[in-house]
């Protein structure tokens, strides 16, 4: 199954949302996010939306620690780190739900917030988590794209045991997770 923004389910929370904004165009950069966003793993498709030099930043910029969890984490140059990103999605998870809940634009610019709950193929561990997305582009063609999403509670999908011992309080207490 891949990644679909556009679902039977979806038309409802568009519906509910009426913020959403619609693309001002066939080839603005929202209208091309959601085409892309309709069949992220089909690289043809993808092909015909991106700009020679394409960027995909995935979760983050740079984290080798991540990047051991989940191989496609980080900045990659081309069209095919984002289509590849998608086909890894749906070989780590089940995509259980997919929606988008708000939509803005500008002129070269777009931006998809929304929620997606996955289940892990290893452990069966379902999450739910909001995620955002950023595009630039013009002329029908996207020079970026950035994902975003609650890390931290999707690679718990994968934690088969262990506790975390996390120090973030500047009054020195420790929180187990």
């Keep these: 199954m891949s990644v679909v923004a556009r679902t039977p389910g979806n038309a409802a929370a568009l519906a509910r949302h009426p913020s959403t904004a619609k693309p001002t165009s066939n080839e603005s950069p929202l209208a091309v996010l959601q085409t892309i966003l309709s069949n992220p793993t089909d690289i043809d498709l993808v092909r015909q939306y991106t700009a020679d030099g394409f960027t995909y930043v995935s979760l983050n910029y740079e984290n080798p620690e991540l990047r051991q969890v989940l191989p496609w984490a980080g ?22 739900d997919f929606q988008i809940q708000d939509s803005f634009e500008n002129e070269n610019g777009a931006a ?3 929620t997606f709950t996955y289940t892990s193929n290893t452990l069966g561990k379902t999450v739910t988590s909001p995620f955002a997305v950023l595009a630039r582009g013009e002329n029908g063609k996207l020079s970026y794209v950035q994902f975003m999403e609650d890390t931290f509670a999707t690679v718990r999908t994968f934690r088969e045991s262990g506790v975390y011992h996390i120090k973030a309080n500047p009054d ?5 997770v």
């Design 112 to 114: 998809i917030f929304g």
């Design 172 to 176: 020195g207490s420790q929180t187990d």
């Design 75 to 96: 900045t990659k140059e081309g069209t095919e780190a984002l289509v590849q990103t998608f086909i890894n999605v749906n070989r780590y998870w089940r995509v259980d």
